[in-house]
């Protein structure tokens, strides 16, 4: 969220940033959730294959690029190196659905840090089309641990 924050550049009229809920499409981030909604969620299998989770997915992309306009590019800031949201996603948003080159390699906790970092410095990283990009590839380096302050 802290890259999010630092670097969203949304259309008035869209939202700067959702999250993908399994079951609910894409949420604001700020949503609460109670126990019975969050064990909802969690029962839902996040596969491309699952109409459970890509209907509603699909649903909330196809308004948010009503939302944005045939001009709004849009930023994948989870993991890209699986089908189950780069496809959906791509099947709305097309070469417009975009994610940061740097992600290639990382896993969960590492594009975390990369982008806690980035919020940290003011260095926005530079994107890339999901569209014909290379998901996959060698892990980068580590990166340095934060200094505690």
């Known amino acids: 969220m802290a890259y999010a924050e630092a670097f969203a550049n949304p259309p008035m009229s ?3 940033a959702l999250v993908i809920v399994p079951g609910l499409g ?3 981030p700020q949503t609460m959730f109670d126990a019975e909604r969050l064990r909802g969620t969690g029962s839902v299998p996040v596969e491309e294959s699952n109409p459970a989770f890509t209907v ?3 649903r909330d992309a196809a308004l948010l690029d009503r939302q944005g306009g045939p ?3 849009y930023l994948l800031l989870g993991s890209i190196a699986t089908a189950k949201y780069t496809h959906p ?3 709305v948003f097309g070469e417009r659905l975009l994610f940061p080159g740097d992600f290639v390699g ?3 906790m590492s594009r975390g840090g990369l982008m806690l970092r980035c919020a940290q410095s003011g260095e926005e990283l530079s994107y890339v089309c999901v569209r014909g ?3 996959r590839g ?3 380096e580590k990166l340095t641990p934060l200094r505690k302050k």
């Open 138 to 140: 060698r892990r980068p």
């Open 26 to 28: 894409l949420v604001p």
């Open 56 to 58: 509603p997915l699909l």
């Open 106 to 108: 990382r896993g969960d």
């Open 133 to 135: 990009a290379a998901l």
């Open 71 to 73: 001009d709004c590019r």
């Open 14 to 16: 869209a939202p700067p």
């Open 89 to 91: 996603l791509l099947e």
